[in-house]
């Protein structure tokens, strides 16, 4: 689309997570044992709550025998609403949580089997790198960047986001294979450990910006 | 015959239901269950009871149609208006009042009930008129040697289906249902609904709650060519908590390779069914184009023009745009959400579908696309089903009738005691 300047590497514009900071909001059983599933609830211009929410209705059977609990957060009022008739119809467990602060939410991610985001445009999607620290098994739709940090099948499954049937696939994979989700969680520390540490981050970004101030500046206009 | 009706002023349910009956002679009265000030400009021959209401200037044609307004008048102030025009200094009283005393409309109608001692009370739709109409019946009743008239409740779209399933309306809806004496529908799902959350009181016939259409005048807007060569297809673009247009969306993706020579005409389109219709058009070079607000004589031009309707909904009642479309001619693809049971056949007049599985609506719309014969033949079935269930000479004098009936049974009741 046009960019003639220097592309900075690529870089969690978060800032990173202090991943010592996060710990005491891991819960100690692996990952495989915990019991929420976790569901970003944004539906507007491109969150997609109402798709996933599909979705584990057409999980229902796995959700029910294996004692799952659904917990949305940050849902807008039509995902309150869908969320109670999607627990009428298919008689599985789903808690809406107020507004909450952030520690709240971390919590939630530590306690969490699998963290479902589902849109149709975002960047890095924050709450998967939080999934990632703090080992929840992110289903993630493929219109994040998400490729860049998880790999398919491994550490994350990737979904179309307007194809309740893609994510119920993932999620029900995500519900059943133990394995699975307690390996990713141990490669997605590791990368996080890797990636993400603010301490690592902050070096690299203030060698960028020294970097950046002494290049030469272009001049605004050709010289005569 | 004097009857109240609590109601939405300014819906176009509540003027086609109201005018069935304006000619008969009746004293009608209507309190504004939304208490906005605003008139449907059909209404006839009625008093109309606001809290604060500002007069317009076209104020004599009201009274040339029979529609008096009551409630306290805002004054026309020159010096004032030129800062806070009346409406708004009308909508600043409605505030003050409700911040006052809470539950001050609820007052009114109690007031009205005593003074106007009306035959029978009908609350159009639950969730507003029926909630208010249920808190002045147990104001009322609480009064020693209390009276409150047979009450009719009429169910719209999602009252009881969506509503009835939250924790939060399911028992004032129970309340209801146990307390009228007469319920209305437009589709026998809701009846059953009704009976089940119970419904004590008779159920009226099973009609149109709008008042039903002029299907003469509404083939006007008709193409006259048939629906297989027709290249238009219709979407509601609601996308709210009832609607999901975007499912809906996603299915039309889904059926690109049959959308060529197509042109997608999105009504009522949300904000985020704008987005995605505009980056699906970039995306995949679909003809998707946002209707914006427009008179309802466009829009049935438009569904003269379809060869198909979608209308996709997690709940609806009848769904009027699909009636619209079936008096029209575009082949309705529509929701299961939408209580269509009663008006279509699944598979010969139009197609039902999962709301929230675009799978199952891209099957449908794929068998709309390619089957001529289908929609040119549930074309005709649909025209003749409406002409025989949906014209208002055909609803007005069921509707009178049971007014009619309604009022007898309850001065048999009265002679009775």
Known sequence: MGLQGQAWPVLPNVGGFDLAQLAPFRAAQPTSQRKIILLKGYQHLYGRALFALRALVLCQQIIRERGYEVVIYSANPEVTIAAQLAAHEANIPIRVIPHSPLEEILR????????????????????????????????????????????????????????????????????????????????????????????????????????????????????? | MRILFVAMGRSPHTAGWLNLIADQGWDLHLFSSMDNGVLHPTLRNLTFHHSFYVSPPDDPPWLARGVVQRGVRVPVLPLINRWLPPRRQAAAWRKTAQVLRKGYRIN???????????????????????????????????????????????????????????????????????????????????????????????SWAVTLNNGGYDVQALQGFRSPAPPSQRRLIVLKGVQNVYGRALFALRALVMCRDLLQGYRVAILSADEPVATAAEVLASTHGLALEVIPPSPQE????????????????????????????????????????????????????????????????????????????????????????????????????????????????????????
Not at chain 1, 164 to 174: D, F, K, N, V
Not at chain 2, 143 to 162: A, S
Request: hydrophobic content about 40%; overall charge negative.
């Open chain 2, 108 to 202: 009114q109608l109690t007031r009205l009930i005593q003074r106007l001692q009306p035959d029978l009370i009908h609350a159009l739709e639950f969730q507003h008129a029926g909630y208010m109409t249920l808190a002045a019946r147990e104001r009322l009743l609480q009064q020693p040697g209390g009276h409150f008239p047979p009450w009719i409740i009429t169910n719209w779209g999602h009252d009881i289906y969506l509503y009835g399933r939250l924790a939060e309306h399911r028992p004032r809806i129970q309340q209801i249902l146990a307390a009228c004496a007469y319920y209305d529908v437009e589709c026998t799902r809701d009846l059953d609904l009704g009976r089940e959350l119970g419904l004590r009181g008779q």
């Open chain 2, 298 to 417: 466009d829009i049935w031009r438009l569904l003269g023009q379809a060869r198909v309707y979608i209308g996709n909904n997690l709940t609806d009642g009848a769904s009027l745009s699909s009636l619209e479309a079936m008096l029209l001619g575009a082949f309705p693809v529509q929701s299961r959400g939408a209580c269509t049971e009663d008006w279509l056949t699944d598979g010969q007049t139009g197609l039902r579908t999962e709301p929230e599985d675009p799978h199952s609506i891209a099957a449908a719309l794929r068998r709309a696309l390619t089957d001529d014969a289908l929609v040119d033949q549930a074309a005709a079935l649909n025209l003749a089903h409406g002409q025989a269930h949906f014209d208002r000479a055909h609803l007005r004098p069921i509707v009178v009738a049971q007014y009619q009936q309604a009022l007898e049974n309850s001065q048999q009741a009265t002679r009775t005691v």
């Open chain 1, 108 to 224: 939630l991610h530590g306690q969490a089997r699998v963290y479902i985001g589902n849109s149709i445009s975002d960047a890095i999607s924050i709450s998967s790198l939080e999934a990632m620290c703090l080992g929840a098994f992110p289903v993630q739709s493929n219109t994040a960047c998400c490729d860049e940090w998880f790999e398919d099948g491994r550490t994350a499954l990737f979904t179309e986001p307007e194809d309740p049937h893609s994510i119920a696939a993932a999620l029900q994979r995500a519900l059943t294979d133990d394995a699975l989700v307690d390996q990713a969680a141990q490669l997605n520390l590791e990368v996080a450990r890797q990636r993400l540490d603010p301490q690592r981050l902050q070096a690299q970004v203030i060698d960028l910006y020294q970097q950046s101030a002494a290049r030469p500046r272009r001049p605004n206009h050709p010289g005569p």
